[in-house]
Each structure stands twice: as C-alpha cells, then as structure tokens.
C-alpha cells in the first residue's frame, strides 16, 4: 500500500515510464512515509479513441468530487466542491 495506475495513452517509451515510477515512488515515500517495498506502480495504457468511455467518463466525470487536480479539458459537471490548493 499504495498502489498507483497511471492512465496514459500509448506511446510513452520504457525509459519515461521507469523515470516517471521512480519519481512517484520517491515522492510517495517522502510525503506519505511509506517503504519503496510497500509501493506499486502500474501503467495502462488506452487509445485516444476509448479514453472517454475508459478513463473520462467513469474514472475523472464519476468521481469529480474525489478529484485532487481537475483536467484542463472536456465537460464539467454541474457541481464541483473546493478543492485544496
């Protein structure tokens, strides 16, 4: 614990995604306090043509509410509470 998905759409090369999971994993351990030991990180990858039904829709619309950074693109939904800065 914790796990983190990163959602991205294909094309990231081994390389960035190794720079960006030794970057999650230093900040995770330094923020939350936990071991690199008790960290995951796992990418998936989804094409630009599903990322609304896959990613959008149920993962960023679905939990607005639970969203700490808002995307910068596509529909907003009626309501949105503060968030932290």
Do not use: C
């Not at 614990?1 to 991205?8: R, S």
Request: aromatic share 8%; proline share 11%; glycine share 8%.
């Amino acid at each position: 614990m914790p796990h983190v998905l990163v959602k991205l759409w294909p094309g990231k090369s081994d390389d960035l995604k190794a720079r960006l999971t030794e970057a999650i994993v230093r900040d995770v351990t330094d923020i939350l306090g936990s071991s690199p030991e008790s960290i995951s990180v796992g990418f998936e990858e989804v094409p630009s043509e599903d990322w609304t039904e896959r990613v959008y829709q149920p993962d960023i619309l679905d939990k607005w509410d639970g969203l700490t950074k808002e995307p910068g693109y596509g529909p907003r939904p009626g309501r949105s509470k503060e968030r932290p800065v």
